[in-house]
């Protein structure tokens, strides 16, 4: 099975190319440039490297969110356009859990973390066991307070990771290298292998865990008019 994979819904960009399981080939940046400009082109660039074609593709996955409100749309919206003409089926799959990927082959608690800005992180709690990944908390906008209280029951290490990583300091936490740190299309791809949990092109929809804040602001806008 050939599954093109995007992640845009962070700082970094990536585009991989997963063919039966294996990585055949993966362009990642992180350069500062807006996804909206550097994301086709590293679809390209997957693609020639693997010496594929889109058409050849068997499914596409994408990082769905939370994260940036832009780059989770500019993901979703390139699968949808590349795989609804195709008719290829689509999975949307957890930007925080394809962080936590990056600690397969460990053992302990591994914990994303991405700015949610207003005072919040986006963040989740997984426990890594050699190539087994386990869920142990949802993903969810929280306080760094209301996080605090949600790990004081686990007493160990906990590996950092996200691009939001550097939000927690000293004691019990423990932050991987940066090129560990970053969530990356690979592990979009495999956790679409996966799953198998596979839907249409027009099925797809991003996972935003808040409202956007254009959409926080015309809802207050509203409600002053209305006093």
């Given amino acids: 099975m050939k599954i ?6 962070a700082k970094a960009a ?5 063919i039966d399981g294996k990585c055949a080939a993966e362009c990642f940046t992180a350069n500062g440039r807006t996804h909206s400009e550097t994301l086709l082109p590293l679809v390209n660039a997957a693609l020639t490297a693997a010496g594929l074609a889109c058409q050849e593709m068997d499914a596409f996955a994408v990082a769905a969110g939370p994260g940036s409100f832009t780059g989770v749309r500019i993901g979703i919206a390139a699968v949808k356009g590349m795989a609804l003409p195709l008719g290829k ?3 949307g799959v957890s930007s925080l859990e394809c962080a936590a990927c990056n600690m397969l082959g460990r053992r302990g608690l591994v914990l994303p973390l991405m700015d949610a800005r207003c005072s919040q992180v986006y963040t989740a709690l997984f426990r890594v066991d050699g190539d087994h990944l386990e869920r142990l908390l949802p993903d969810s906008a929280l306080t760094i307070s209301e996080l605090a209280q949600l790990l004081a029951p686990y007493d160990e290490p906990i590996y950092c990771v996200g691009d939001g990583a ?5 004691t019990p936490f423990i932050h991987p290298p940066e090129h560990l740190r970053l969530p990356r299309a690979f592990a979009v791809a495999q956790c679409a292998y996966r799953s198998q949990n ?22 207050a806008g509203k409600s002053v008019a209305s006093q």
């Fill in 166 to 170: 550097g939000l927690l300091t000293g």
């Fill in 4 to 9: 093109l994979a995007l992640e845009c819904a």
């Fill in 14 to 18: 990536s585009a991989a190319i997963l």
């Fill in 198 to 219: 596979y839907v249409s092109a027009g099925e797809l929809l991003p996972v935003y865990l808040r409202v956007p804040q254009a959409e926080r602001v015309l809802g």
């Fill in 89 to 91: 089926p689509c999975a």
